[in-house]
């Protein structure tokens, strides 16, 4: 089991960029694929970002390509999610997710095992 803790939300204006980072405990850190998912009020929860468990292969949501960065440190147990060009529709809370599976539908929440509490993003224009 995993337990996972965000941190970095803030209020941005438009262009502006922030770092999300995500915490993990446990010593098996590496063998979970890792997600972010955001979820903006009235919305359904959505995928954003993922990356395989050695760090080697990520995947992005068509909305945020070019513009998001995702990355992970298995010695450091930590994850991190680089937002740059951000824009007022990138309003969520962002949540850090974990899963056992690798390398499959990566945009499905159902995949994903484990969910930090989340943390708000807000970008005023």
């Known amino acids: 089991q995993v337990q996972l803790v965000e941190s970095g939300g803030g209020l941005v204006q438009a262009g502006g960029s922030l770092r999300l980072s995500c915490a993990a405990s446990?010593?098996?850190?590496?063998?979970?694929?890792m997600g972010w998912f955001r979820q903006a009020p009235g919305k359904e929860r959505e995928f954003v970002a993922a990356i395989g468990r050695s760090g080697a292969t990520t995947y992005y949501a068509d909305s945020v390509k070019g513009r998001f960065t995702i990355s992970r440190g298995n010695a450091k147990n930590t994850e991190d999610l680089q937002m740059n060009s951000l824009k007022p529709e990138d309003t969520a809370v962002y949540y850090c997710a974990a899963r056992l599976t690798d390398g499959i539908r990566w945009s499905d929440k159902r995949e994903y095992n484990y969910w930090g509490q989340g943390t708000q993003v807000t970008v005023s224009s």
């Open positions: 446990g010593r098996t850190f590496g063998t979970y694929a």
